[in-house]
C-alpha cells in the first residue's frame, strides 16, 4: 500500500497536474538532491499521532521513491514541560512510521515542539507550534452543482458542493484548513489483471506464463471499507473578516456517480500560521504555473524544522499542529437533481473470482487490509 499523509496529497495532485499536461518519463532534482521528508502532523482528535520520515526520491522516473529513515529517535515537548516519546513501527510495511502512545493526543492551548535525531547522531527540531481552539461548524448545506466548463462525459462537470457557516474568534490570527473523507463498502479487496491469479501466500498477484485479458476481482472476507480524501488545499486567513461570522464557505465538493447516500466526515481545522503559509505558497504557485516542477523549490522546503547543527540544510515537509471540529453526515445524491441529469457511474471490470468445485485447500476470500485507501475498522457514524 501507497503511504498517506497530507504530503502525499499534496505531491498527488500537483504531479497529476503535470501528467495531464505533460507526461515526464524521467525527471532529476538538481544535483541529484535528495532531503529529509518530514510528515508530521498533530491534533486533538483521538486518534494515531504519527510522524513520518523519508528521503526524498532524486528523481521521479516512475520506479524512484522516498527511502524510510528508519532507527530515528522521535519525540514531542511541551511548554508546560511534558515529554512525549513516539515508537518506530516494526511492520515492514511501514518503515519510517513513528506513532505516539494510544492515549496520548493534543490539547487547545498548549504549544508543541517537534523533535528528531538520526542514526548518525543529526537531530532536528522544529520551532514551538501552539494549538489553537477550532470554531464549531454552526451549519452545512448541500447544494447539486454544475460546471459548464467541462462535457457530460466530464466527471467534473456534476456534483455536490458543501458549504459551511461557522464564527470566526476574534482574536486576530486565525487559520483554517477544510479536509474530508469518503467511506463506502468494499466487495472486493483485490484485482488482478491479465489474468494473474491472487497468491495468498505472498499477497501479490501471480502473473500467467501467457497473459490474458481476464481479470478477477477477489471478495473480502469481513467487513471492509474503501477511501477516499479531498484532493484540493482548501485553506482560509481570518485577516478580511476577523470576529465575524462567515456563511456559505464551500468546503468540499462530492461527486455525482451514483444515487446512493454519499458519507463524508469534513474536518474545520485551527491551523498554524507557519502550516498556513506552507500550504499558501504550494497552493499560489500551482495556481499561477500549472505544473509542479515550475514551482520554485523553496517553496516546498519546511518553514518551521531546522537542523540543530546546520541551520541552512534544508528540509521537506511541515510540522502541522492543529484543532479540529468535525461533522459525519450522509449527502442525498437525489435531492436537487435535474431530470435529465444522470450519474457518471463506474461499473466493475472482470470476473468474481471463486474456487473451482471439488478444489482442495482453496480460497478465494481476500482479507481487508488497512492501508491508504483501505480500511476493516468501521468509520465513526456509519449506517448499514
Not at 542514526?119 to 489553537?132: D, L, W
Not at 460546471?147 to 487559520?175: C, T
Not at 468474481?352 to 481487508?368: E, F, H, K, M, T
Request: charged share 25%.
Amino acid at each position: 500500500m501507497k503511504r498517506f499523509s497530507y504530503l502525499y496529497i499534496l505531491i498527488f495532485v500537483l504531479f497529476n497536474l503535470v501528467a495531464c499536461i505533460n507526461p515526464v518519463s524521467d525527471f532529476e532534482q538538481a544535483a541529484y538532491l535528495k532531503f529529509i521528508t518530514v510528515e508530521a502532523s498533530l491534533s486533538d482528535l483521538a486518534e494515531a499521532q504519527k510522524v513520518k520520515l523519508y528521503w526524498s526520491a532524486d528523481r521521479i522516473d516512475g520506479t524512484s521513491g522516498f527511502t524510510p529513515i528508519t532507527g530515528a529517535k522521535v519525540w514531542l515537548t511541551t511548554a508546560s514541560g511534558s515529554t512525549i516519546n513516539y515508537i518506530e513501527s516494526g511492520v515492514s510495511a511501514a518503515k519510517g512510521v513513528y506513532s505516539s502512545p494510544d492515549t496520548f493526543k493534543g490539547a487547545v492551548g498548549e504549544t508543541y515542539t517537534l523533535h528528531f535525531r538520526l542514526s548518525n547522531g543529526k537531530e532536528y527540531e522544529s520551532s514551538p507550534e501552539k494549538m489553537r481552539k477550532a470554531p464549531e461548524i454552526e451549519n452545512l448545506i448541500t447544494r447539486f452543482e454544475i460546471n459548464d466548463v467541462y462535457s457530460k462525459a466530464d466527471p467534473r462537470r456534476a456534483g455536490f458542493n458543501i458549504y459551511a457557516d461557522f464564527q470566526d474568534d476574534p482574536a486576530a490570527g486565525d487559520y483554517y484548513q477544510w479536509f474530508w473523507k469518503h467511506y463506502e463498502r468494499a466487495e472486493f479487496c483485490v484485482t488482478c489483471y491479465s489474468g494473474a491469479k491472487y497468491n495468498f501466500a505472498t499477497t501479490n498477484c501471480d502473473p500467467p506464463r501467457i497473459p490474458t485479458d481476464e481479470v478477477w476481482n477477489y471478495i473480502c472476507s469481513a467487513p471492509c471499507w474503501n477511501l477516499t480524501f479531498s484532493n484540493e488545499l482548501n485553506i482560509m486567513s481570518d485577516a478580511l473578516m476577523n470576529g465575524q461570522r462567515l456563511t456559505g464557505k464551500k468546503v468540499a465538493r462530492v461527486p455525482f456517480d451514483n444515487y446512493s447516500k454519499y458519507y463524508l466526515r469534513l474536518e474545520q481545522r485551527a491551523i498554524t500560521k507557519d502550516a498556513y503559509d506552507y500550504y499558501q505558497s504550494l497552493s499560489n504557485q500551482t495556481q499561477n504555473t500549472g505544473t509542479l516542477f515550475d514551482v520554485p523549490a523553496e517553496t516546498r522546503f519546511s518553514l518551521n524544522i531546522k537542523s540543530k547543527s546546520d541551520p541552512t540544510e534544508k528540509l521537506l515537509g511541515i510540522f502541522d499542529v492543529y484543532a479540529v471540529k468535525k461533522r459525519v453526515f450522509y449527502i442525498d445524491r437525489q435531492t436537487g437533481v435535474p431530470a435529465d441529469e444522470r450519474p457518471l457511474i463506474n461499473f466493475t471490470v472482470g470476473e468474481v473470482y471463486s474456487c473451482p468445485p471439488g478444489a482442495p485447500n482453496c480460497q478465494d476470500r481476500v482479507p481487508c487490509l488497512e492501508g491508504l485507501y483501505r480500511t476493516p475498522f468501521k468509520p465513526e457514524g456509519w449506517i448499514d
